[in-house]
């Protein structure tokens, strides 16, 4: 039976920390003693207007937190909990929550409402509680209108939690319908329309159907755009929610209304407040999200069978929308480059008008240019930094030949304002867009070159000055730096304008790293950013220079190794500055180990930089960095066998990297590594592979482990396999079930989903990975026997991927390597059941008349190797 | 439910670099994966495939560079790697006897023997191609097919070595396997550690050869991991004392004629005037060529390649024509353009003005063995036929090398001696 959980309730949030400490103790220990009578307490809490409104709330939050949790595992072991208590106890528990939606107290109905949505989150597609919908709707006309209030807010969040194929058409309708009508502008009751206006935001998805039918679609874009008239600011803003909801999930019906749509977001955007002007801009934002897709998809052409239709409604709306945008560019903030949180109706116009230059290209450049020229001179900061910012929004999209002509005069004018101008703002724009400028239009893609040997050398003076400008100033210019040594990263080994300058701009972002403020609006990230596209896009010529900064930055790395008594602040800015330092040896590492005489050169501090990385690691107690793992696999890349005297001291890290679910990038990185030490060492791997295939399949056979780990994981029992050769013998009895249950699971997409295609070829591709891996690993040695076994099935699901006919290319080269692989190894013992498999046939045939080079020489492979086994 | 957070990127580069560093190391290890997987399968293909590794860019080096390049544009020139490794029968024993340098016969003595060329005896067995690579060591015979499969002590030529250097590193040997001690005699180093030799002197190789194969442990006694034994072969400077060593000397194994080396020339697949054969009945047991059934004939006798317009010719590039076969009768005898016909030559059958031969009188035998792959070099007929009637002497090897070897008057010397 229920117990009084009041008191402790209460206690639970008070301010005395003993206190608080005991209550929460006796709430957990009556949870793990009887879960049931612990619900009902909660609920009964909840439900019971003589108790204080606090208790209550945390009650219903408890409540909540008993049926949801972040993390996917968490989550499904609270919802068998649920599914899995005493039919009584949970009617008894949701008939209370019912109850409290008729409460005259705010904060109790809406917590209900919460917890009942996560109930039926659960229940529903488990065809429970099937009474649920019918029961909110039933007198929804006749009740008063705080509880009315409650029950829109509820079907809101089932709405949230609920996937509309568990719910039947019949109720869809009822929830619209119900919705709409407290939309409607008849409705005298201000929190019942916006409760209903917020639930319609979430019911959206289920109107598929109704959407299709002109009639109720017209009158819920009527009804929404009512709403977007209310006196009421957050029904307004609620309403331009639910029209930029509708704006991406039905694109294809908009026609109709795009004109009321525009006059209505024009309207907000000039005359209301900036909550509900930002929503009205976001819908255009929005549309051109939708069309910058659907032209990307289908390049245009849509004579014939493309499944959506462009509407262009962008360049319809372009002379009235441009103008409209323009103004929003002179309503700046003081400071906003400042605040990291800062969004205005600047930025969002600035940003829309951006995405409008990506979806109608040349035709946004006439428009926009006359308030460039217009304003650009003026003595108001505001009108210069609105006249740069519309400049800098526009460089993405227009054709390079509409815009080189006006850049090049632009070019000059900006390196002047970059010096001069007073304004911080104007300058901070003023960067950016020469970023935009190098990163749009500067490069071996575009034939006119803007930056010339004759303009080469002060764009450089200017953008390294201006780096000792305030930090948001100066992070800007190494953004364009950063562009600026992109758009050479294609000039070859040969010889880069860059190279006259680069030790003097490694010198300057150097000092930037070491600047006092460079905390301060990401600057020091931004440096070290810049530093390393600086570094990949270098050539033979500065080699050397690369060379000397290895000792510079492995000294940097080792400054921040000495610090002690670090507070958790410091701990934290210590811990970002030395993934910088990582990322950059990371990338210096892969340049210079990637031709044999700098290598031979750089392998000298090979040494150095790796007990460098296990200090890095040792900092912390639990947890392996990320940055360092990655920069020790381009280490393990260049110096190959070598690489065997560290793996005493680091694989005590790289377990840890393997067991780290929780940061799921790290344990992905970190098998990555294991792949890159495999090619390295070769057979040298074998001491460390029982721990390492011991761990992958843990990992493998978890439920907390991201889906995104496991693809790579097969990939890296491929990389095992083929550095050990036939010593993988002992793993095949635990590798090879696991590849076959896996296959098996992923001979077929479980949707047809486009997210689902992708990531079963990716795990499919994993998979075949590690069959070709294996296969050549076992080759020529005397115990190919083994494989002998598995072959069937292996063949089978290689069959079977080409009868679904949804692989990607990728699968499919792996596939058909896969049965050269089986053939080469297996010989003439494997003839006739690959003669009996249609991969051999038809998949391979298939393969063989591609276009796509790199199936091709993987079937031409394949090919040759089947004949080989067959003729013996 | 509050409004929503509609905030864009503002002012920010789409993708953090610490996301393209991510990206950037699984493009570089799905392309390493790939490199693995390509060499774990082209060792598969063919030893030829091998060379084509040589594109891998850590192969292409300093100085050799260039050499390496020229040496990919002459094999791609010739057939695609993967191409070549699906020919069969003929065709396959075709393009691997382009691969080996195929010395001409002596059938007059060069110049400057005694200054520009390497002697050392031949030992007799069976002339391959040894490639270490992965892992594993394969010989193949001049006609293609697999002699050893096995472990060496080469470099990459067997699981458990230390590996120093680049793991794709292979090695290219040419040899002759001698079948009474097992051994494998290198007679020229072809790539070594993954760096052709090919456009490299004569001199270069034979230095390289005595300097690297000793220090792998290849000239050890056989081990687990080291099935079949190398060894060097001794070459001399081509002057009287190393001439007399090479013939007379003793050797471990059983010679089968001189090979004589230009100092000068590098690795020339196919037949090649700058590296020669002689022999005698001291220094070979098969001075004279047998038929199918191991009895000399008792007329010489030549193996010729039938053209479409039935003309008959060597070997060599350009060919030789010998003569020529009127349409009925090759068709009455059922042979086609590419045959390989047998012909006798009879005693007094050739006729040479200057060195040059200027009528052969060939009577027709038949269709040659089908295992051959090509037909006689005009070298080798020269040679049969010198040896039946005024054989090249050891005498007058020795005669040039002692008469060249005092310079500037050399035509003097000759009727000194005489």
Redesign the interface.
């Known amino acids: 039976m229920a117990m009084e959980v009041t008191q402790i309730l209460l206690n639970a949030q008070a301010v005395d920390g003993t206190v608080r400490k005991h209550a929460e103790e006796s709430l957990k220990q009556f949870q793990e003693q009887n879960l049931p009578s612990f619900l009902l307490s909660l609920s009964g809490e909840l439900s019971n207007d003589d108790k204080p409104v606090d208790s209550r709330k945390l009650a219903g939050l408890i409540l909540k937190n008993a049926l949801d949790a972040k993390e996917q595992h968490r989550k499904l072991e609270l919802v068998q909990r649920w599914l899995s208590l005493d039919t009584t106890v949970k009617a008894q528990i949701k008939s209370c929550l019912l109850q409290t939606l008729s409460s005259p107290v705010p904060d109790a109905r809406s917590t209900a409402s919460q917890v009942i949505a996560k109930i039926a989150g659960i229940e529903l597609p488990h065809n429970q509680w099937p009474e649920l919908i019918g029961a909110l709707l039933s007198n929804i006309h006749q009740l008063p209108g705080h509880v009315k209030q409650a029950t829109l807010e509820t079907l809101g969040y089932l709405c949230e939690e609920v996937s509309p194929d568990v719910v039947d058409q019949d109720q869809v309708n009822n929830i619209l319908t119900a919705v709409v009508q407290g939309m409607n502008a008849t409705e005298g009751n201000n929190d019942i329309r916006l409760a209903a206006t917020r639930a319609l935001y979430n019911a959206l998805g289920f109107a598929q159907v109704n959407f299709t039918n002109d009639m109720e679609r017209d009158y819920i874009m009527r009804v929404v755009c009512e709403a977007t008239l209310s006196s009421e600011l957050k029904i307004r803003q609620a309403a331009f929610e639910c029209l930029v909801s509708i704006s991406s999930t039905y694109y294809d019906k908009l026609s109709p209304y795009i004109q009321d749509i525009f006059n209505i977001t024009s309207k907000a955007v000039r005359e209301d407040e900036e909550p509900v002007a930002l929503q009205a801009i976001e819908f255009w934002s929005s549309i051109c999200d939708e069309e910058i897709d659907i032209l990307e998809e289908y390049g245009g052409d849509f004579s014939g069978d493309s499944e959506i239709i462009c509407f262009y409604f962008i360049k319809q709306a372009l002379p009235a929308l441009v103008p409209m945008l323009l103004e929003t560019l002179l309503k700046q903030e003081e400071d906003q480059d400042q605040d990291e949180g800062a969004w205005n109706l600047a930025m969002a116009g600035g940003t829309c008008l951006g995405l409008v230059a990506k979806t109608v290209g040349d035709d946004v450049v006439p428009l926009v240019m006359p308030f460039i020229e217009e304003n650009i001179t003026k003595p108001d900061w505001r009108q210069r930094e609105a006249a740069t910012y519309a400049f800098g929004s526009i460089l993405e999209g227009p054709s390079p030949e509409k815009l080189i002509s006006i850049v090049n005069v632009a070019l000059i004018f900006m390196l002047t304002a970059l010096m001069k101008d007073p304004n911080n703002h104007v300058k901070d724009t003023t960067a950016w867009t020469l970023g935009r400028i190098f990163e749009f239009l500067h490069g071996s893609t575009v034939e006119t070159p803007i930056i010339t040997q004759a303009n080469c050398q002060e764009i450089i003076k200017v953008l390294l000055q201006v780096m000792k400008d305030a930090p948001n100033v100066a992070e800007k210019a190494c953004g364009a730096l950063y562009f600026l040594a992109q758009g050479y990263e294609d000039v070859g080994s040969s010889s880069s304008p860059l190279t006259p300058f680069f030790q003097e701009i490694v010198q300057a972002l150097l000092t930037v790293t070491h600047r006092e403020d460079a905390g301060e609006s990401r600057l020091r990230t931004a440096a070290y950013e810049t530093l390393n596209e600086v570094v990949r896009c270098s050539t033979d010529e500065t080699t050397p220079m690369v060379m000397q900064l290895v000792p510079l930055i492995m000294m940097e790395l080792h400054q921040t190794l000495e610090a002690q008594k670090l507070s958790s602040d410091e701990r934290e800015k210590q811990n970002e500055l030395q993934g910088l330092l990582c990322g950059c040896l990371q990338v210096i590492t892969q340049k210079l180990g990637a031709s044999e005489p700098t290598r031979f050169v750089f392998m000298q501090y090979a040494d150095q930089m790796m007990s460098l990385f296990l200090r890095v690691f040792a900092c912390r107690s639990a947890t392996v960095h990320e940055e360092a793992m990655l920069a020790i696999g381009a280490l393990a890349y260049a110096t190959g066998s070598e690489f065997a005297k560290y793996m005493p001291e680091f694989y005590k890290y790289l377990e840890m990297g393997l067991q780290n679910f929780e940061e799921y990038q790290v344990c992905a990185i970190t098998v990555g590594v294991v792949g890159d030490i495999c090619r390295a060492l070769e057979d040298k791997i074998l001491p460390y592979c029982d721990g390492i295939m011991t761990q992958l399949l843990k990992n493998l056979s978890s439920n907390q482990l991201h889906r995104t780990v496991k693809p790579p994981i097969f990939s890296c029992f491929g990389d095992i396999a083929l550095a050990i050769g036939e010593n993988f013998e002992k793993y095949l009895m635990y590798s090879m079930p696991m590849l076959q249950s896996a296959a098996e699971l992923f001979a077929r997409a479980s949707g047809a989903d486009e997210e689902i295609i992708e990531y079963t070829n990716v795990l499919r591709n994993g998979i075949l990975e590690a069959y070709s891996g294996i296969f050549q690993g076992f080759k020529n040695s005397p115990k190919t026997q083994l494989l002998m076994p598995y072959a069937p099935h292996i063949l089978q699901f290689l069959d079977s991927l080409y009868i679904e006919k949804d692989m990607d290319d990728l699968v499919m080269k792996t596939a058909i390597g896969v049965l050269g692989d089986l053939a080469d190894t297996l010989g003439g013992n494997a003839g006739p059941l690959i003669q009996q498999s249609v991969s051999s046939r038809d998949f391979l045939n298939e393969c063989l008349s591609l276009d796509d080079h790199l199936i091709k020489e993987s079937a031409e492979w394949a090919k040759l190797a089947i004949s080989r086994a067959i003729s013996v | 439910?509050p409004?929503?957070d509609?905030?864009?990127?503002?002012?920010r580069?789409a993708i953090?670099?610490?996301q393209k560093?991510?990206e950037?190391?699984?493009l570089?290890?799905a392309q390493?994966?790939r490199d693995?997987?390509h060499q774990?399968?082209h060792l598969?293909?063919s030893v030829l495939s091998l060379q084509n590794q040589n594109t891998e860019?850590?192969a292409e080096?300093?100085p050799e560079s260039e050499t390496v390049e020229s040496e990919q544009e002459t094999l791609s020139k010739d057939l695609d790697i993967?191409q070549a490794?699906?020919l069969k029968g003929s065709e396959a024993r075709k393009w691997f006897a382009r691969q080996l340098m195929l010395p001409e016969w002596m059938i007059d003595v060069p110049p400057r023997l005694n200054t520009d060329w390497y002697v050392f005896a031949r030992p007799s067995g069976k002339r391959c191609f040894v490639v270490s690579s992965n892992?594993?060591t394969v010989s193949r015979l001049r006609n293609g097919s697999i002699l050893h499969?096995f472990p060496s002590a080469l470099p990459n030529g067997a699981?458990?070595r230390d590996?120093?250097g680049?793991?794709h590193s292979f090695c290219i040997l040419d040899c002759i396997f001698h079948e009474p001690d097992q051994t494998y005699y290198v007679i020229d180093m072809v790539c070594w550690r993954g760096y052709s030799l090919y456009d490299c002197s004569a001199e270069f190789r034979f230095f390289w050869l005595n300097s690297k194969l000793a220090e792998t442990g290849a000239c050890d006694p056989p081990s687990l991991y080291h099935k079949y034994r190398f060894s060097l072969v001794p070459i001399y400077e081509c002057n009287q004392i190393g001439l007399h060593t090479a013939y007379t000397g003793v050797v471990p194994y059983v010679k089968d004629g001189l090979l004589f080396y230009n100092k000068h020339a590098h690795y020339q697949t196919g037949n090649t005037p700058l590296a020669l054969v002689w022999k005698d009945e001291n220094c070979s047991q098969y001075v004279l060529d047998t038929d199918s059934n191991g009895q000399v004939p008792t007329q010489q006798q030549v193996v010729l390649d039938l053209q479409e317009d039935g003309r008959l010719t060597t070997s060599d590039d350009p060919p030789v024509v010998f003569g020529c076969l009127d349409g009925d009768f090759v068709q009455k005898s059922g042979l086609r353009p590419g045959s390989f016909v047998r012909f006798a030559v009879s005693d007094e059958g050739m006729r040479f003005v200057d060195g040059k031969l200027e009528m052969a009188n060939i009577h027709y035998i038949g269709k040659a063995n089908r295992a051959r792959a090509f037909a006689d070099s005009y070298s080798k007929v020269l040679f049969q036929y010198a040896a039946r009637h005024s054989p090249l002497r050891f005498g007058d090897l020795i005669e040039s090398v002692s008469s060249f070897s005092d310079l500037g008057n050399e035509n003097l010397d000759v009727e000194m001696v005489d």
């Open positions: 439910m409004p929503r509609l905030r864009r990127p503002f002012k580069p953090s670099d610490q560093r991510r950037l190391a699984l570089r290890q390493n994966r693995s997987q774990a399968r598969a293909s860019p850590e080096l300093g993967l490794s699906k892992g594993t499969h699981r458990t590996i120093s680049p793991a």
